[in-house]
């Protein structure tokens, strides 16, 4: 149980120091090789239906050239020695960039982004949209906050659901949940519904039992939303990590998220592992 492989995106024209911190202490907990890339859209893919200067084109060009070489150097600083194997791809695209990095997805076993919910304003040709690569890449996507200090993933929390997510995020995170010093799988339901709950948990833990790993569970009656309600068990178990399947769907390209999906999003007070 490991990931061969990280792939992790970084953000062109900002420090990536956090997510190349996070980055450095997986690849060495997993022993695992790193493919970084940084995928941008030129200015004029997204300015097509408007007038734009050509000076403006040209610099645009020179400042991505200058921005993709500082990312290769702080990349390359960050992890160096960390790792046996890097590699580095910086993409100019005419995707989307979550369309370009779920592409690149294909060569990893896990991808690691970052997200800052703090940020001004959100740049479609330097920013990823992390709810569309969740629901893209075809691989689990680690989450993590430009926010956090550190993350140790000794303590994580699993969302369960009885669902095709949820048993396809639990499988993901079995790299994760096996080098845990605490995990919790809760559930998160109608009190009259508590019942049924302790019998799924039942099963969900011994069949991590049979993988090795030690689980505590958590049936837990709804109070407030169910977004509300896992982080005030994320709290008290001091998680560092939650692990969630990802819901929603696609209205014409634009991928609607289900509550804890987005919530885990936006919020972004923990790193997440979503799975679809």
């Not at 911190?21 to 004029?44: H, K, N, S, T």
């Not at 969900?204 to 169910?226: R, Y």
Request: aromatic share 4%; proline share 4%.
């Amino acid at each position: 149980m490991t990931f061969a492989t990280l792939m992790v995106s970084l953000q062109l024209g900002k420090a990536n120091a956090v997510l190349l911190q996070v980055a450095g202490d997986l690849a060495e907990r997993f022993q695992a090789g790193v493919i970084g890339v940084a995928a941008c859209r030129p200015l004029g893919v997204v300015c097509r239906e408007f007038p734009v200067p050509a000076p403006l084109f040209a610099a645009d060009r020179k400042e991505i050239d200058r921005a993709i070489k500082a990312a290769e150097v702080e990349f390359r600083t960050a992890l160096q020695g960390r790792t046996s194997r890097l590699e580095w791809r910086p993409r100019a695209t005419v995707l989307p960039l979550a369309d370009q990095l779920a592409d690149e997805a294909r060569a990893a076993d896990l991808v690691v982004a970052g997200i800052d919910r703090k940020a001004p304003s959100f740049d479609p040709t330097r920013q990823v949209d992390t709810s569309d690569l969740v629901m893209q890449a075809g691989r689990p996507v680690l989450i993590v906050p430009a926010s956090i200090a550190k993350a140790s993933f000794d303590r994580v929390l699993v969302d369960w659901k009885d669902t095709a997510e949820s048993r396809r995020a639990i499988v993901d995170a079995l790299p994760f949940l096996a080098r845990a010093a605490q995990v919790t799988v809760a559930e998160i339901v109608a009190k009259e519904e508590l019942a049924e709950a302790r019998t799924r948990l039942a099963d969900v833990v011994g069949w991590l039992k049979h993988h090795g790993i030690e689980a505590q569970p958590v049936a837990s009656a709804a109070a407030g939303t169910h977004a509300q309600s896992l982080n005030a068990i994320a709290h008290e178990r001091k998680a560092d990590l939650i692990v969630a399947g990802a819901y929603g769907h696609s209205r014409q390209r634009e991928w609607v998220l289900g509550g804890v999906t987005s919530d885990l999003l936006i919020r972004a007070e923990r790193c997440a592992l979503l799975s679809r």
